[in-house]
């Protein structure tokens, strides 16, 4: 998956985007870059990888301990601790 793949996935499985009159105004992958607030906000919102796991098929119960959002969004934190980029962490979902 890409980050534009992410971020669409979420728009797209109910994310409420709070900048969302941006990205209707201008093309997705020249707003959403890794130096991006954008970027920051959507990959630290639960909200964001619950609507992501809805348009995958992640079976998915935010709450549930076993969430594979959850999993997946504390799976990133992981990589980013061990030196791995957003966008090798991003390609493995």
Do not use: Q
Not at 18 to 27: N, R, Y
Not at 59 to 71: Q, V, Y
Request: proline content about 3%; overall charge negative; hydrophobic content about 40%.
């Amino acid at each position: 998956m890409t980050i534009k793949k992410f971020i669409s996935s979420a728009i797209k499985g109910g994310w409420e985007c709070p900048w969302v009159a941006v990205l209707e105004d201008t093309d997705l992958a020249s707003t959403i870059s890794l130096n991006s607030g954008y970027l920051c906000e959507a990959l630290l919102d639960p909200k964001a990888w619950e609507s992501v796991g809805k348009v995958e098929g992640w079976t998915d119960a935010w709450h549930s301990p076993k969430s594979t959002a959850r999993e997946k969004m504390h799976d990133m934190i992981d990589a980013l601790v061990d030196g791995y980029t957003l966008e090798d962490f991003i390609e493995t979902l």
